[in-house]
Structure formats: C-alpha cells, structure tokens
C-alpha cells in the first residue's frame, strides 16, 4: 500500500505484485485482502501469474482471474486500448465483462449471469 500511495502522490502510473514466499507467514485471504485494498485505492495495473503459483521463484502471487474477479466486484474497466483489444477479440460481452464467446456447459454453471 506504501508504494502505491507514494506512486500516486508522485503520478506515476504504477502497479504492483500482490504476492509472497513460501516461507512467509501469510495466506491467501491476506493476498485477496491486500489486492481489494488495492483495487479500492485505484491501483493501475496488478501482476498475474499463471494458477497463481511461481514455481520457479518460489511464491504465491495473484492469477489472471483474480484481476478480473475485481474488476467486476469493484465494476472497473479495463484500459480503453485493452478493452478495444478485448472487444474485436470477441471476448467482451454485452455487459462489458470479459467472457469467452463460447464455453463448455459445466464451466458456465460457474459463471455469474
């Protein structure tokens, strides 16, 4: 939070890795605590990770799900060239959410209407 409040007092347009090691004491409720903080707080752009887990480096980070997990919870877009992208990609839908044009019936059932 120290960094990206000095970020913003500086204008500089950055972002941040919500993550820790292995041998930390933290879980992931601190990391979806600290990222809705973040989110909250207008942070520019978070880190993503694929499963979330940094095998080479050793820590737990945010996956690509979580940034558009908040992104809804928080009801942000996505940058306006990012989102131009995302829509002639077909993966906008109507309500601005990045969903694919198409999904298997058992992964839909999980998805909010």
């Not at 204008?11 to 990222?35: F, I, K, S």
């Not at 880190?47 to 980070?61: E, K, N, R, T, W």
Request: with cysteine; aromatic share 8%; charged share 20%.
């Amino acid at each position: 939070m120290e960094d990206h409040f000095c970020a913003k007092l500086m204008g500089v347009p950055m972002g941040v890795d919500v993550c820790y090691t292995n041998h930390a004491e933290a879980d992931q409720d601190d990391m979806d605590a600290l990222l809705a903080l973040l989110v909250a707080a207008g942070v520019n752009f978070v880190m993503g990770v694929p499963g979330a887990d940094d095998i080479m480096l050793g820590y737990q980070s945010t996956s690509f799900h979580d940034a558009l997990a908040m992104r809804e919870l928080f009801n942000r877009r996505p940058a306006p060239e990012f989102e131009a992208w995302l829509s002639r990609q077909g993966l906008l839908d109507r309500a601005g959410r990045v969903r694919p044009q198409s999904l298997p019936g058992h992964f839909r059932a999980l998805l909010p209407a």
